[in-house]
């Protein structure tokens, strides 16, 4: 992974509970209880953040469920990871973000505007 340690020790500032795989060739990061942005129902869920390429986009953010509440969002990621079955948004990120800076960019698109 081209992750530092001190980028994964800030991720855990934000969230304790982050957990590292790599599965079909991707980097996965499973950051589990995550407090979702104000009005999303569920408030908190376990997510699964891809900082590599994938799917025509610079990292992805995977849900364990869809997301209610907030804007109307076009779900079109759905794959199979760890054993569980996860969604995305159609959220786009800037290349070189460390990762604190790629999950608040992809939180973006569950607030409001």
Same mark, same amino acid.
Request: hydrophobic residues 40%; aromatic residues 10%.
């Given at each position: 992974? *081209?992750?530092s340690?001190?980028?994964?020790?800030? &991720? *855990?500032?934000?969230?304790?509970?982050?957990?590292?795989?790599?599965?079909?060739?991707?980097?996965y &990061?499973?950051?589990? /209880?995550?407090?979702?942005?104000? $009005?999303? /129902?569920?408030?908190?869920m376990?997510?699964?953040?891809?900082? +590599? =390429? %994938?799917?025509?986009? /610079?990292? %992805? &953010?995977?849900?364990?469920? =869809?997301?209610?509440?907030?804007?109307?969002? +076009?779900? +079109?990621?759905?794959?199979?990871?760890? $054993?569980?079955?996860w969604?995305a948004?159609?959220?786009?990120?800037?290349? $070189?973000?460390? &990762?604190?800076?790629?999950?608040?960019?992809?939180? *973006?698109?569950? %607030?409001?505007?």
């Amino acid at each position: 992974m *081209k992750f530092s340690e001190e980028e994964i020790n800030d &991720l *855990k500032a934000i969230i304790p509970s982050v957990s590292y795989a790599n599965e079909g060739g991707y980097d996965y &990061l499973l950051l589990e /209880q995550l407090n979702l942005p104000d $009005g999303c /129902q569920p408030s908190v869920m376990d997510v699964l953040l891809c900082p +590599n =390429q %994938r799917d025509g986009y /610079q990292s %992805r &953010l995977f849900f364990a469920s =869809q997301v209610a509440g907030g804007p109307t969002r +076009n779900w +079109n990621g759905n794959i199979r990871a760890l $054993g569980r079955n996860w969604y995305a948004i159609s959220w786009a990120t800037s290349p $070189g973000l460390n &990762l604190v800076e790629m999950l608040a960019i992809h939180l *973006k698109a569950l %607030r409001n505007p």
